[in-house]
Each structure stands twice: as structure tokens, then as C-alpha cells.
């Protein structure tokens, strides 16, 4: 064949050029990869948290409930009142007494997971954990109402061993008490420690199963008991994972307004504040500065927990 007769030789297509570009500046490609969920993150949710702020710093015209714009610090004022001041104690006392109450049911079972259970048995507790969050959160709060109910499945067990004196002396209590279960601060914790607790379990779960058996053994070796050994050595390396599961036990908790709104009395909590503030009373502004409130709150907790290493642990 003639050599002076030959094809010249085909340019590379668009999407030749396209693949060696990514291939050759892996730069470009990570950021090929991330711009869409950062565009996401920055124009969805940081744009909505800042319209938010806006939202705040405007009023609310007294006889036509429309939105005045115009700056005003009067929503953050009335965030001083002692009503709201209640609301806000109140919401994160809840919220550190369900952070702790899972820290104290989850840390066992954890442990139990990450350094005894094996195979099918591990498998088997996996599952338990995390099956109820494969239902409806709707669901598992109003089948809680149905158990915690006058005549529901608590108040019957109660009577049947003869312990229904112990759960009236509870129920008379007046910072937690109530009617019944359902209508009562402590049926209000008893479903916010059910609803979150997986979320405790699991990352305190990875924390304890990273610790190398060898640091465990060394310190038996050394002289130390189990329960030193406990308290000395494997606390503090299952430390970030505790505070990466409490990141969600609190944050999930001062921001929920449904499970109050449906188990408990009257009493108000932020979520439902805000709630009743923009969908009830129309006071968006007002409902704007005291959503603020837990935005800080959880700032200033995940400053916290960054310095006892949670990150590392997620």
C-alpha cells in the first residue's frame, strides 16, 4: 500500500480530551465532584439559614400581621423574656438529660457488641438496634402513646406486679408527673431517649471496637482491675465516639417539636415555639430569632465535642 496514500490519523473525540483531562488533573476531578452537593450546601441551605437570619432583624405590623421590613431588634428583646427564657431551660435540660440517659443504657449494650458478641449474635443485635429505624418515626411515637396511655400496656404491667403505687408516686410528682405516662414530662424524655438512642449505640459501638484488644491486655497485665481498666483506659478512648453520638442525641432533641406536641402536657419547648410562632400566630420574624437560639446552642455544643475528638469518631 502507498504510505503517501494513508488516512491521517483520527483526532481524539470530546470525550477522549474530557477523560484525560480528569485522569491527568485529578484536581478537576474532585471538583467536578464536589460542586454539585457544595452548590447544593451553599445556595439551599447556608442561603436559607442567612434569609433566616434576615428574617429576624424585621418586625411585625400589630393590625395587619404583615411582615414590616425594616431592622429592628425588638424579636431579640422579647427573646429575653422570662416565658421564653423558661421555654429555652427547659429544652436543653431535656435535651442533656436524654444525651445522658442513652449514654448510660447505650454504652453497655455497645460494649457488649463491639468486645463480646460474635458472629450471628453480633449480626442478631445489629439488627435489634437499628430495626426501629427502619419503621415510621410517626409510627414508633404513636404506638409509644398507645403503651404510655392510662390504659395501656405500662399502667397494666404495673398493676399486674403489683407496682401501680410506684407509678402513681411518680406520676404525682410535679416536675415530672402528670394524669398518665402520655400526658408528662417523663414520657416526653422516656420516648426522646427511645427515638435516639440507636444513634448513640452505634458510633460508641465503632469507638470501643477500634481500641486494640493488646491496650486492653496490657492493662491487666499491669496490675489493673476491670473496673480500672474501665474507667482508666477504655472511657477515654471511647470518648469521641460517645460525644459523636451525643452531636445527635442533643441536637435531634433541643429541635423536635413533634414527640412534645404528641406525648406530654401543655408545656412548650423551642421546636414548638418556633412551630406555633410562624404556622399559628403568623409571627415569622419572632420565629426567626428564637430558631436562632438552638442554632447557637448546637454551635457552641459542637465546638465541645470537636475538642473531645467527636469528628474523628463519625
Same mark, same amino acid.
Given at each position: 500500500?502507498?504510505?503517501?496514500?494513508?488516512?491521517?490519523?483520527?483526532?481524539?473525540?470530546?470525550?477522549?480530551?474530557?477523560?484525560?483531562?480528569?485522569?491527568?488533573?485529578?484536581?478537576?476531578?474532585l471538583l467536578?465532584?464536589?460542586a454539585? =452537593?457544595?452548590?447544593?450546601?451553599?445556595? *439551599?441551605?447556608?442561603? &436559607?439559614?442567612?434569609?433566616?437570619?434576615?428574617?429576624a432583624?424585621?418586625?411585625?405590623?400589630?393590625?395587619?400581621?404583615?411582615?414590616?421590613?425594616?431592622?429592628?431588634?425588638?424579636n431579640?428583646?422579647?427573646?429575653?423574656?422570662?416565658?421564653?427564657?423558661?421555654?429555652a431551660?427547659?429544652?436543653?435540660?431535656?435535651a442533656?438529660?436524654?444525651?445522658?440517659?442513652?449514654?448510660?443504657?447505650?454504652?453497655?449494650?455497645?460494649?457488649?457488641?463491639?468486645?463480646?458478641?460474635?458472629g450471628?449474635?453480633?449480626?442478631?443485635?445489629? *439488627?435489634a438496634v437499628?430495626?426501629?429505624?427502619?419503621?415510621?418515626y410517626?409510627?414508633?411515637?404513636?404506638?409509644?402513646?398507645?403503651?404510655l396511655?392510662?390504659?395501656?400496656?405500662?399502667?397494666?404491667?404495673?398493676?399486674?406486679?403489683?407496682?401501680?403505687?410506684?407509678?402513681?408516686?411518680?406520676? &404525682?410528682?410535679?416536675?415530672?408527673?402528670?394524669?398518665?405516662?402520655?400526658?408528662?414530662?417523663?414520657?416526653? #424524655?422516656?420516648v426522646?431517649?427511645?427515638?435516639?438512642?440507636?444513634f448513640?449505640?452505634?458510633?460508641?459501638?465503632?469507638?470501643?471496637?477500634?481500641? =486494640?484488644?493488646?491496650?486492653?491486655?496490657?492493662?491487666?497485665?499491669?496490675?489493673?482491675?476491670?473496673?480500672?481498666?474501665?474507667?482508666?483506659?477504655?472511657?477515654?478512648?471511647?470518648l469521641?465516639?460517645?460525644?459523636?453520638?451525643?452531636?445527635?442525641?442533643?441536637?435531634?432533641?433541643?429541635?423536635?417539636?413533634?414527640?412534645?406536641?404528641? *406525648?406530654?402536657?401543655?408545656?412548650?419547648?423551642?421546636?414548638q415555639?418556633?412551630?406555633?410562632?410562624?404556622?399559628?400566630a403568623?409571627?415569622?420574624?419572632?420565629?426567626?430569632? #428564637? &430558631?436562632?437560639v438552638?442554632i447557637?446552642?448546637?454551635g457552641?455544643?459542637?465546638w465541645?465535642?470537636?475538642?473531645?475528638?467527636?469528628f474523628?469518631?463519625?
Open positions: 500500500m502507498n504510505p503517501g496514500l494513508a488516512l491521517p490519523a483520527a483526532t481524539p473525540g470530546l470525550r477522549r480530551r474530557l477523560s484525560d483531562l480528569l485522569y491527568t488533573r485529578r484536581g478537576v476531578l467536578a465532584l464536589l454539585p =452537593p457544595l452548590l447544593w450546601f451553599g445556595v *439551599i441551605y447556608l442561603g &436559607s439559614l442567612f434569609t433566616l437570619l434576615a428574617n432583624f424585621f418586625g411585625l405590623d400589630d393590625f395587619t400581621g404583615q411582615v414590616v421590613r425594616e431592622f429592628t431588634l425588638k431579640f428583646v422579647e427573646l429575653a423574656a422570662p416565658a421564653n427564657i423558661d421555654v431551660r427547659r429544652s436543653i435540660t431535656m442533656v438529660l436524654v444525651t445522658l440517659a442513652c449514654v448510660v443504657l447505650g454504652f453497655p449494650l455497645a460494649y457488649y457488641m463491639a468486645r463480646h458478641a460474635t450471628a449474635q453480633k449480626a442478631v443485635l445489629y *439488627i437499628m430495626l426501629p429505624l427502619w419503621s415510621s410517626l409510627v414508633r411515637l404513636y404506638a409509644w402513646k398507645l403503651l396511655a392510662k390504659e395501656g400496656a405500662i399502667s397494666w404491667l404495673s398493676q399486674q406486679l403489683h407496682l401501680g403505687w410506684l407509678l402513681d408516686a411518680v406520676l &404525682s410528682l410535679p416536675a415530672i408527673g402528670g394524669p398518665s405516662l402520655s400526658f408528662s414530662a417523663i414520657g416526653t #424524655f422516656m426522646f431517649v427511645y427515638m435516639w438512642l440507636p448513640m449505640i452505634l458510633p460508641t459501638q465503632a469507638a470501643i471496637e477500634r481500641i =486494640p484488644a493488646s491496650t486492653i491486655e496490657a492493662s491487666g497485665d499491669l496490675g489493673a482491675g476491670p473496673a480500672l481498666t474501665l474507667a482508666m483506659v477504655i472511657l477515654p478512648l471511647a469521641p465516639g460517645i460525644a459523636a453520638g451525643s452531636i445527635f442525641t442533643f441536637s435531634l432533641t433541643l429541635g423536635d417539636y413533634i414527640i412534645p406536641q404528641v *406525648i406530654g402536657d401543655s408545656t412548650n419547648y423551642i421546636g415555639v418556633v412551630y406555633k410562632q410562624q404556622g399559628v403568623g409571627n415569622v420574624p419572632f420565629a426567626a430569632a #428564637f &430558631s436562632l438552638p447557637v446552642v448546637i457552641v455544643y459542637l465541645f465535642a470537636k475538642k473531645l475528638g467527636a474523628d469518631a463519625l
